[in-house]
């Protein structure tokens, strides 16, 4: 008589789990967690004051350049325009902290309240 085996064969493959997962997350609506959420905002309220304050850094440089080559390499007819350049590119400069502190602060008094409400909300999850 012929002997039947039944028998279960499973191969589990770690590495093969790990690629499914990774492809079932971008198929899957995605939530924002409070957590992500708080971030969010908190990186949105200094990002337009940092943005305002480089533009105005670089530009205020690119003029207090312009304004010492006038002075130094055209200075036979472009003296006096290359000072006022570079005075120009030097109160750019010095305005970029000011912008970004202003900016940053009013973007801050705008997102407060939902902020407070969303540190409250997490708080009492904890």
């Known amino acids: ?19 499914i997962e990774k492809i079932r997350q971008k198929y899957i609506p995605r939530e924002e967690s409070g957590m992500e959420q708080l971030r969010r905002l908190d990186a949105s309220a200094s990002k ?12 205020g440089a690119l003029l207090l350049g ?10 036979d007819m472009l003296f006096v325009p290359g000072i006022i350049i570079g005075v120009l590119g030097i ?6 902290p000011v912008l970004y502190t202003r900016i940053t602060k009013k973007r ?18 904890q």
């Open 91 to 96: 109160g750019l400069l010095a305005s970029a």
């Open 108 to 125: 801050r008094e705008k997102l407060a309240p939902e902020i407070i409400r969303l540190t409250d909300e997490l708080s009492r999850r």
């Open 48 to 59: 337009p004051g940092t943005i305002v304050s480089v533009t105005a850094g670089i530009i």
């Open 1 to 19: 008589m012929g002997e039947e085996k039944n028998t279960f064969h499973f191969s589990y493959s770690a590495e093969q789990q790990k690629e």
């Open 66 to 75: 312009v304004g010492m080559c006038c002075t130094m390499v055209w200075a």
